[in-house]
Every structure is written in structure tokens, then in C-alpha cells.
């Protein structure tokens, strides 16, 4: 909800608030940034200028420095009138320029720079107060990141041990198939010797088998050579 001044500022009740120092209506909901514009604030200093200048005494009591005499003018000095409309309208404006402005002086509160004052204490300790917010948040999100970098650099020299672990298990187990292929190999030669080597042997039976069988006919056929 935006603060607005009772102070220096009245409520039209139309949703629009007059602005005392500058003699306008301005919109509730933009009366923060028409505070804190320049229009605002150089009203403000040429108040503070008028009341700086002027009698104290014055200010106080209410009443007006009497105004020195004229001086008399010669009778042959004749005041030039302004014959142009534009001429005119314009002295007419700087009237309803000054008239708007000592208005404006006797419409501020005598503690007006005193409540702007304490504002603007309040504004510069809020201030303070967000800039050491603002500091320490700004070391927790350096910690904070710090600590991301960290466990991200932990993460990757995990993941790289990982994958050293995973090619030396690869290749571990690539050696292996190896060794069980040689001995596959070995096995069949193995196997392809043991048979040929049985063949062999067998084939050796056979033909010692087949002489004897012959030497015992021939001692049949010859039995007429024994003695009885």
C-alpha cells in the first residue's frame, strides 16, 4: 500500500490526491514515483529557499514585511501597454505563477521539513539495512556456488574413476575370453591328437591281432611236424 502524506497531500476522494507543493492532482496509485520526480523535489527546494529567506518573525506572527515606497516616476515617463494578446496572457500566467506559489508556502505545515527529515533518516537506515541484506546474500550465494563447484568437481573426478574402473573391467574381461579361446584351441588340438593317436594304437592292434591269428594257422597246418 503506498504511504502518502496527509501533510502535503489532500484526498479528492475520487481516487486522485492534490499535491500541496506542487499544486496539482495526481493519481493515487502513481503518487510514489510523482514523490520521488523531479518536478516533486525541485518544489521542494524552492520551498525551502522561500522559507529559509523569509523573516522568521514574520512566518510566526503572520504578518508582511510593509513594502518600501515607490519611487516617484518623472511625469514625462509613460508605461508602455502591452497592445499584444500573447503578451498579455503571458503576464497573466507569471501572476497566476507567483499567486499559485505563495499559496503553496502558506499551505505547508510548519513541521514539514521536519517530518521530511525524519523520512529521510528512516529512508537512509531502510537503505542501510537493505545493502547489508543485499551483502549477505550476496556471500551466501558465493558460498553457495562455491559449494556447487565442489561437489560438481567431486561428481566428475567420481565419474572419471568410474569410467577407469569400467575400461580396466572391459579389458580385464576382453583377456579373459582371450585366454579361455587359446585353451578352447589347445583343448581341441589336444583332442584331435588324442584321437589320431588312439587311431593308431588301434590300427597297431589290429595288424599284430591279424599275425598272430596267422602264425597260429600255419602251426595248425604243420601239425604233422609235432612229436607226440
Known amino acids: 500500500m503506498t504511504y502518502i502524506n496527509s501533510a502535503i ?4 476522494g475520487n481516487g486522485n490526491h ?7 492532482e495526481v ?20 520551498l525551502k529557499a522561500e522559507v529559509t529567506t523569509a523573516p522568521k518573525r514574520a512566518v510566526e506572527n503572520g504578518t508582511t514585511i510593509p513594502n518600501e515606497p515607490a519611487a516617484k516616476k518623472p511625469k514625462d515617463f509613460d508605461t508602455p501597454q502591452s497592445s499584444a494578446p500573447w503578451e498579455r496572457e503571458r503576464n497573466s500566467d507569471k501572476k497566476e505563477g ?3 506559489k505563495k499559496q503553496s508556502v502558506s499551505s505547508v505545515p510548519d513541521d514539514f521539513f521536519e517530518v521530511q527529515t525524519i523520512r529521510s533518516c528512516r529512508v537512509s537506515a531502510s537503505e542501510k539495512r537493505l545493502d547489508d541484506e543485499l551483502t549477505l546474500l550476496e556471500k551466501e550465494v558465493a558460498q553457495i556456488d562455491l559449494e556447487q563447484l ?5 561428481a566428475e573426478a567420481m ?6 574402473v569400467t575400461e580396466q573391467d572391459a579389458e580385464e574381461v576382453e583377456n579373459r575370453i582371450e585366454g579361455w579361446k587359446r585353451v578352447n584351441e589347445l583343448e581341441i588340438k589336444v583332442e584331435e ?8 594304437n588301434i590300427k597297431k592292434i589290429e595288424e599284430e591281432s591279424d599275425s598272430d591269428d596267422d602264425v597260429d594257422i600255419l602251426s595248425d597246418m604243420n601239425w604233422r611236424s609235432r612229436k607226440f
Not at 565419474?159 to 577407469?164: A, V
Not at 591328437?193 to 593308431?200: E, N, T
Open 27 to 46: 493519481k493515487t496509485k502513481t503518487w510514489k514515483a510523482h514523490n520521488a520526480g523531479r518536478q516533486h523535489r525541485d518544489s521542494v527546494q524552492w
Open 18 to 24: 492534490f499535491c500541496l507543493i506542487c499544486q496539482i
Open 150 to 154: 565442489r561437489r560438481e568437481d567431486d
Open 98 to 100: 507567483k499567486k499559485s
Open 159 to 164: 565419474e572419471e574413476e568410474q569410467r577407469n
Open 9 to 12: 497531500a489532500r484526498d479528492l
Open 193 to 200: 591328437m588324442l584321437r589320431a593317436r588312439a587311431k593308431r
